[in-house]
C-alpha cells in the first residue's frame, strides 16, 4: 500500500524535482561558453538581474500572458456549449461524439498546424474562396498575425477544454435542473445557479490545461505568427540557441514556472477550500 | 535544408543525448545535414575501408550545436556551418587538430575556399570544408518585373531600399531570421565594413533593416523555400541552396513559376560547411578516414550533383556535370568571388548585444 502511495511520488521526484533543480543550478550559474557544458557554476543571481532590468522579457512575459488569456477565454466560451451538447445527447451517442473531439490528434500535431498555414496563407484556401465568392477581392493574409496565433491555439487546445468540462457536466444530477423548474426557474435562472457553478471544477481544469501550455506556447506562434509577436517562448529560445547561453534560458524557465505555477497554485488551493466549504 | 526552430526542439525533446548506435570496433558515426551526401559513396567507404558508417542526419545547427556543448555526443565526425557555429563551438575546443599527414587528399582542395575558412580556423588545423553557398536574392521574376520592370535584382537595395522594397510589399517580402546574416549585408550596403562590431555601426545597420521592416511580411529562416515556391511571396533574401530548392519546386508545380537567385554585386556572405572530429570522437582514427574520403574527388563530385551547392574541393570540378560546374550562380566567377566576405564569431556579450538588436529591429522593442 504504501508503494503504491510512494509511486506517484517517486514519479514527480525524478520527473519534475530533480530536472528542476538542475533547471535551477545552471539558472545560479555563469555563462561560459567555452567551456562543455557552457555553465560556470556557481551562486550568482546576475541572470535573474537582467531578467528585470532588460524590458525585453517583462514584454515578452506580457504577451504570451495576454494571448494565453485571450485564448483561453475563447475556448471556454467554445468548449462549453460543446461539453454541455455533449453531456446532454443520447447516452449511446456519447463515446461518438467524444472521439470526435478527440480525433484530430490521432494526426500529427505538427501536421495539423502546417496545414493552417496551408489554409490561411495568401494563396490559402480561405483567401481563395473570398475572392472566389466576392465576398473580398483582395483579402489580407492572415497567416503571419497574432489572429492567426490565437485561431492555432485555440484549435489545437480546444479538445483540453472539453473533455475536463464533459467530466463534471455528465456527473450533473439532472434532477436539481427539473427540482428548479419545479419551483419555477427558468432555463437561465437554472443554468446560472445551479448548472455553472457546480461545472466550477471543470472550468477551472479546463482553463488551466489550456492557460498554462499556451503561454509558454513556441510552434504555434513560430508557424502562424508573424515577427511582431514576441512570445516568452521564441525569447526562451534565442537565449539557449541563438545566443547559447544556457544559464539565461534557464533562469528564464525557472521564472516562467514559478510566475505561473505560484499563483495558480494557490488559486487552485483557494478553489478546492471554497468546494469543501460548500459541500 | 534550415527547418523551423519547432522542428529543432521537437527533435532535440525526440533524443535526449541519445547518440547514434555505438559500434565497437571498426566504425564511424557520422553526423551529418540530411541529403548531404550521396549514398552510394558512403556504401563504396564501408566496402573499401571495412568500417561500419553509422549514419545519422540533422536539419539544423542548432541540434547539433547543444549535443555538442552538452558533452560526450558520441559523434566522430560532424558537419557544422562555419560562422557562427563552427567557430563558436571551436572556441569552446570541442574539436580535435586534425593530422594531415593522414590526409593524403589533402591538396585536392581549393586554396580559396581554405583561405576564406583559414578566417574562422587558422591554418585549417581543425575543419575541411565540404560545401558552400552563398547569401542573396531569391525572387519570383514575373511578380517583380510587372511591379518594378527595372528592378535592381542584383543588388543589396532590392532587399534595403526602401523605396525598392515597398513595390513589393503586396506580393510578399521575407528576410532571414539572423542577425549574423542580415546586419552583415546591411553593412555592406552602407559601404562599411561586414564584420564591424562597433556598436555605432550595428545601429546603423540596424537602421537600415527597421526602414524597410513595415513591408517585410515576415522574417524566418526557412520558411521562405515553401512561400517562394508556393507564389505566396516574391522576394526574400536567404541562402543560395534554399532558393535553389524552391526554385526546382516551383518549376514541378503545375502553375510552373518562375524563380530566380542573384548574388548582390555588392558582396555576398560566403557560408561553408565543414566537416570536423569532434574531441570526445569515440573512432577518431576512423574519423580520419572518413574525412579523407570525403577529400576524394569523386565523392565531393557525386554530393554536389545531389545537393546542388559547391563543394570546397577543386579536383572535383572536372568530374561534375557542366549544369553545375559552370553555373555562375553556384560556381561564381572569380569577379564575383572576389567581393564574398566572411564574418567572425566576436565574444559573448558581442552575441548577446547583437541578438539583442535584431530582436528590437524585428519587434520594434
Redesign the interface.
Known amino acids: 500500500m504504501k508503494a503504491v502511495i510512494a509511486l506517484p511520488f517517486l514519479w514527480l521526484g525524478v520527473f519534475f524535482l530533480l530536472p528542476f533543480a538542475l533547471v535551477l543550478a545552471i539558472a545560479l550559474g555563469i555563462?561560459a561558453?567555452?567551456?562543455?557544458?557552457?555553465v560556470e557554476l556557481g551562486f550568482s543571481l546576475k541572470n535573474f538581474v537582467l531578467l528585470f532590468t532588460?524590458?525585453?522579457y517583462l514584454?515578452a512575459w506580457l504577451t504570451s500572458l495576454r494571448i494565453a488569456a485571450t485564448s483561453t477565454a475563447v475556448t471556454l466560451l467554445l468548449g462549453y456549449p460543446m461539453a454541455y451538447a455533449i453531456a446532454r445527447a443520447a447516452p449511446e451517442c456519447r463515446p461518438l461524439l467524444l472521439m470526435l473531439v478527440v480525433l484530430p490528434f490521432w494526426t500529427s500535431f505538427?501536421i495539423r498546424v502546417y496545414a493552417w498555414m496551408g489554409l490561411l496563407?495568401?494563396?490559402g484556401l480561405l483567401n481563395q474562396f473570398l475572392r472566389w465568392s466576392g465576398i473580398a477581392a483582395d483579402p489580407a493574409?492572415i497567416l503571419?498575425t497574432e489572429w492567426a496565433i490565437l485561431l492555432g491555439i485555440v484549435y489545437a487546445y480546444l479538445p483540453f477544454m472539453v473533455l475536463p468540462l464533459y467530466a463534471t457536466l455528465e456527473k450533473l444530477d439532472a434532477g436539481l435542473l427539473e427540482a428548479a423548474a419545479d419551483l419555477g426557474a427558468r432555463p437561465i435562472t437554472a443554468f446560472l445557479t445551479i448548472t455553472l457553478p457546480l461545472s466550477l471544477p471543470g472550468i477551472v481544469a479546463g482553463c488551466l490545461l489550456v492557460f498554462i501550455p499556451a503561454v509558454g506556447e513556441?510552434?504555434i506562434p513560430?508557424?502562424l505568427g508573424?515577427?511582431?509577436t514576441?512570445m516568452i517562448g521564441k525569447?526562451l529560445?534565442?537565449e539557449?540557441?541563438?545566443?547559447?547561453?544556457?544559464p539565461l534560458a534557464s533562469a528564464i524557465a525557472i521564472c516562467l514556472l514559478v510566475l505561473l505555477v505560484g499563483p495558480i497554485a494557490l488559486f487552485q488551493r483557494q478553489q478546492a477550500r471554497s468546494l469543501e466549504r460548500r459541500s | 535544408m534550415r527547418l523551423p526552430a519547432l522542428v529543432i526542439l521537437l527533435a532535440l525533446a525526440a533524443t535526449p543525448a541519445c547518440g547514434p548506435v555505438f559500434a565497437q570496433g571498426g566504425s564511424v558515426n557520422v553526423y551529418n545535414w540530411s541529403d548531404y551526401i550521396a549514398e552510394d559513396q558512403l556504401k563504396a567507404f564501408e566496402k573499401d575501408s571495412g568500417i561500419k558508417v553509422n549514419y545519422t542526419t540533422y536539419d539544423s545547427n542548432e541540434i547539433l550545436d547543444a549535443k555538442l556543448r552538452t558533452g560526450r555526443s558520441g559523434y566522430d565526425v560532424v558537419v557544422p556551418t562555419a560562422s557562427p557555429f563552427f567557430v563558436r563551438q571551436l572556441a569552446a575546443s570541442l574539436y580535435l587538430p586534425l593530422d594531415k599527414a593522414k590526409l593524403k587528399n589533402w591538396n585536392n582542395l581549393d586554396p580559396e575556399i581554405l583561405a576564406a575558412l583559414g578566417k574562422y580556423d587558422p591554418g585549417n588545423a581543425h575543419a575541411i570544408p565540404w560545401m558552400w553557398g552563398t547569401t542573396g536574392i531569391g525572387y519570383n521574376v514575373a511578380a517583380i518585373r510587372k511591379r518594378m520592370p527595372d528592378a535592381p535584382v542584383d543588388s543589396l537595395r532590392m532587399i534595403f531600399d526602401p523605396a525598392v522594397v515597398s513595390k513589393f510589399k503586396d506580393c510578399g517580402v521575407m528576410m532571414l531570421d539572423s542577425a549574423t546574416d542580415v546586419l552583415p549585408a546591411a553593412l555592406k550596403y552602407l559601404g562599411l565594413d561586414p564584420d564591424s562590431k562597433k556598436t555605432e555601426d550595428l545601429a546603423k545597420a540596424a537602421d537600415v533593416v527597421k526602414a524597410v521592416r513595415p513591408f517585410i511580411r515576415k522574417f524566418h529562416s526557412s520558411e521562405y523555400i515553401n512561400a517562394l515556391a508556393g507564389g505566396n511571396i516574391c522576394l526574400a533574401f536567404g541562402f543560395s541552396g534554399d532558393v535553389f530548392q524552391a526554385r526546382d519546386r516551383a518549376a514541378k508545380a503545375k502553375d510552373k513559376q518562375e524563380i530566380a537567385y542573384a548574388i548582390p554585386k555588392e558582396g555576398s556572405l560566403l557560408w561553408i560547411d565543414v566537416a570536423a572530429i569532434p574531441k570526445d570522437a569515440p573512432n577518431p582514427a576512423n574519423a580520419l578516414r572518413f574525412l579523407d574520403f570525403l577529400l576524394e574527388p569523386k565523392v565531393a563530385a557525386a554530393s554536389s550533383e545531389l545537393t546542388g551547392y559547391a563543394n570546397g574541393n577543386k579536383a572535383a570540378l572536372a568530374l561534375m556535370p557542366k549544369e553545375i560546374s559552370e553555373n555562375p550562380l553556384i560556381y561564381p566567377p572569380a569577379d564575383v568571388r572576389a567581393k564574398f566576405y566572411t564574418i567572425t564569431a566576436g565574444t559573448a556579450d558581442q552575441t548577446r548585444e547583437r541578438t539583442r538588436l535584431w530582436t528590437t529591429v524585428k519587434t520594434g522593442r
Open positions: 555563462n561558453p567555452d567551456s562543455v557544458p557552457p532588460d524590458d525585453l514584454a505538427l496563407d495568401e494563396n493574409p503571419g513556441f510552434v513560430d508557424l508573424g515577427t511582431e514576441l525569447v529560445w534565442d539557449f540557441f541563438t545566443n547559447a547561453d544556457w
